[in-house]
């Protein structure tokens, strides 16, 4: 079997018989290439003095709960016991015992403690009962799925099933994760599953852009900041952290990141602990972690361009997700499932052809799922109702010459007035000689994008951050579309 934690490369063909050379995609665990079996750790406690002697429980959660209540975890019938006693709670990869507020207190080594972070083996008493804690590890094969969708991921490609079997795995655990894959291939798609799947999933989803702010304001937006901590700070301001307290933080481009700032930010992934700007009290946290990034990591460690204990305290596990020029046999899936998704607003499903979809598999979709999504809204309201080859062929730039440069288009305004389509213009036979496939498409890109902002300032008034939420970029990225159009006025 192949499966995503092979590292081989295997080989596949496109529908046009050409073999198609590719990793499978790879994760990896604590630095190491994934086997066949996932390790997880699990929590044993046993009672090893007391009442309820002999009595040995396994947990893989984050919180075990002790007490006389019956709904606890581990109940202890001890009259010096608590209903609510203590509690074990997973932090930064390790338990914490915690006291409850019990009435007879909790001991390590007749020593009182409120809360302690606890080693394999550990004896700790609640009231007259001894437990003792252990850390195990246990190992869980993986089995590829023959689930074709894994949230709003679909896909029926051997190495994406891969994916979706190891994230049964990782989705449950406290493991924090770094998400690898180029723009547009589903890396927020990934992390919005981890946590719907995961046991903080009824708590917040925080999703942070580490490219949409400067270093400047990194500490207050991540932090949060009192009230008259600086110059324009009028109110008290909760940051990502504080925001998504029991729940998970999404950090998007996290290369992004300004280096200066990364030390800072690995205290508090290590401690959990952190002020606000201005402020002096130290606010605890519980956050898992899932990152993303379409740069090369190692790449930027080895160039001083990202640290490298970040890194490693990050990318516990390591998805490294393959793009779409690579999963050519998911595209109908995907396809049908963006059909399904248009029809309400169209009023009718759009019908793809056989030679439609032959069309999209001969392109290599730099842009990814994202393009694919935004080729077939196109297409599904200018197409009538059926899609060509022919058609996408030339919005693809994968036709031959069929006219001459000329003027473009004006805008056209989908049925719902809030999307536009422009047509760009298409580049053609310059006499007798061919233009160059690649050249015609990448001016063909030009024609395009350069036609797409323009609309989008005219719609909204020249106001950037407006066109840049439509056109579901960053906004410093806008900014260097309209330099390189000499767009900025």
Not at 111 to 140: D, M, N, P, S
Not at 217 to 239: I, M, P, R, T, V
Not at 432 to 446: I, M, T
């Amino acid at each position: 079997m192949t499966s995503a934690h092979d590292n081989n490369s295997g080989q596949g063909s496109n529908d046009l018989g050409t073999a198609v050379v590719y990793e499978s995609p790879t994760v990896e665990v604590e630095g190491k290439p994934l086997g066949n079996l996932f390790e997880i750790e699990k929590c044993h406690l046993e009672v090893i003095e007391g009442a309820e002697k002999g009595t040995h429980l396994v947990f893989d959660k984050p919180t075990v709960r002790i007490g006389k209540d019956p709904l606890n975890d581990l109940v202890l019938n001890d009259p010096s016991v608590s209903r609510q006693h203590c509690e074990l709670r997973m932090q930064n990869g390790h338990y914490k015992l915690i006291d409850l507020g019990s009435t007879n207190g909790t001991f390590l080594d007749d020593l009182k403690v409120g809360e302690i972070f606890l080693g394999h083996g550990t004896v700790f008493r609640a009231g007259q009962t001894l437990v003792r804690f252990r850390v195990e590890v246990e190992k869980e094969p993986i089995t590829r799925t023959d689930a074709t969708r894994y949230g709003d991921i679909i896909g029926r490609s051997a190495g994406l099933r891969d994916v979706f079997a190891i994230m049964d795995k990782v989705a449950p655990s406290e493991l924090s994760v770094v998400i690898e894959g180029e723009t547009g291939s589903g890396k927020e798609l990934i992390a919005r599953a981890l946590h719907e799947n995961s046991r903080r999933a009824d708590r917040p989803l925080v999703v942070f852009d580490c490219s949409a702010f400067p270093a400047t304001l990194l500490e207050s937006e991540l932090f949060g900041h009192e009230k008259g901590a600086f110059s324009g700070a009028s109110y008290q301001h909760k940051g990502v952290f504080e925001r998504a307290d029991g729940g998970t933080i999404f950090f998007d481009e996290l290369a992004e990141m300004d280096v200066e700032f990364q030390p800072k930010f690995l205290r508090v992934l290590e401690t959990g602990e952190f002020r606000r700007v201005g402020g002096e009290r130290t606010i605890r946290v519980d956050v898992r972690v899932v990152a993303a990034t379409n740069r090369n990591l190692d790449e930027m460690i080895v160039d001083g361009g990202f640290r490298r204990d970040l890194f490693y305290r990050l990318a516990k596990v390591r998805f490294k997700l393959p793009p779409l020029r690579e999963r050519h046999e998911d595209i109908e899936l995907l396809v049908d499932f963006f059909l399904d998704l248009l029809a309400p607003s169209l009023g009718e499903r759009a019908i793809m052809t056989p030679d439609g979809m032959q069309a999209l598999r001969e392109y290599s979709w730099p842009g990814n799922i994202r393009e694919l999504r935004n080729v077939i809204e196109r297409a599904a309201t200018m197409c009538g109702g059926r899609i060509s080859g022919d058609y996408l062929r030339r919005e693809l730039g994968l036709t031959e010459a069929v006219r001459p440069l000329g003027p473009a288009a004006p805008p056209h305004h989908s049925p719902g007035g809030t999307h536009a389509v422009l047509t760009a213009p298409i580049i053609g036979l310059d006499g007798d000689a061919a233009v160059p496939l690649r050249e015609a498409k990448d001016q063909l890109v030009s024609d395009f994008e350069k036609q797409y902002l323009e609309h989008l300032l005219g719609k909204h008034k020249m106001n950037i951050s407006a066109a840049a939420r439509e056109a579901q970029v960053d906004r410093r990225h806008f900014y260097r579309l309209l330099k390189k159009y000499d767009l900025m006025k």
